[in-house]
């Protein structure tokens, strides 16, 4: 759904943070740069309501259509005294816009991928967005896996355990939030920073987490999950 700012990306042919230069200035996280972090899930996850408290610290229930396309949000966290500059996506959840946000994936430093807690089909389809990712974005991206509308408890029907145990096969972070009571929602987009500052500064600089590894993985290998 559509966040109420909208402007155009400045065009930048520059190397961003993730890229193997540019990401550090003098040994230091190079706060000038800029993270493309995206937003993506099935319709109706919650990912709009997620931007709009992150942004504005505000829930409107139901006053979103759905999102058509994709459209974009400047932010500054602050992670201990370090600024880092996050340009959110938040693209639309429809199959029918998919061709349009995988172009987007590409140069997404980090993914926020987004399920309903009380939505099983939006749970089971997780493994669908992950290999759609696997293909189309960067094998160093951030990956987020976050359980929304944590604040339904009566509607659950996906335990946080469930959420905890994929998120643990793929190697990725997991979290549940709440774009209505803004439970772990300012958290997410935090680790995301943080995540990015740390591959920015690791050396060797090798991806933590590489989806490609894990796509391929054989069942010979049983038993090992071998992510890190
Ligand atoms: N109770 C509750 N409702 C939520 C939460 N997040 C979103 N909603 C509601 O869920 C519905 C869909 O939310 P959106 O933010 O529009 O979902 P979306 O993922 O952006 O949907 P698309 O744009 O179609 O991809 C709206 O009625 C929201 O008010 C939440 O954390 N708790």
């Avoid at 929304?148 to 469930?162: L, P, T, Y």
């Avoid at 905890?164 to 772990?184: C, D, H, P, Q, W």
């Avoid at 060797?204 to 010979?220: G, H, S, Y």
Wanted: proline share 3%; charged share 25%.
């Amino acid at each position: 759904m559509e966040p109420e700012t909208r402007e155009e990306p400045e065009a930048r042919d520059e190397p961003e943070a993730g890229d193997e230069q540019g990401c550090t200035v003098y040994g230091f996280y190079d706060q000038d740069l800029t993270h493309k972090t995206i937003l993506v899930g099935d319709s109706g996850v919650g990912k709009t309501s997620l931007l709009v408290q992150f942004d504005q610290g505000k829930f409107i229930p139901g006053s979103f259509s759905a999102t058509v396309g994709i459209g974009f949000t400047n932010k500054v966290v602050t992670v201990g005294e370090v600024k880092v500059k996050l340009q959110i996506w938040d693209t639309a959840g429809q199959e029918r816009f998919r061709s349009v946000t995988h172009a987007y994936y590409r140069d997404a430093h980090a993914l926020l991928l987004l399920y309903d807690i009380t939505n099983k089909s939006s749970f089971d389809n997780i493994r669908a967005w992950l290999t759609e990712i696997h293909e189309y974005a960067q094998s160093d991206a951030v990956i987020m896996l976050l359980g929304n509308k944590a604040d339904m408890s009566s509607g659950r029907v996906i335990k946080r355990e469930d959420g905890e145990r994929l998120a643990r096969e793929y190697g990725v972070i997991f979290m549940e939030t709440s774009a209505k009571t803004g439970v772990n929602v300012d958290l997410a987009f935090m680790t995301a920073a943080k995540e990015l500052i740390g591959r920015c500064l690791e050396l060797p600089k090798e991806p933590k987490f590489q989806i490609n590894d894990i796509m391929e993985q054989k069942p010979q290998k049983s038993g090992c999950c071998g992510f890190t």
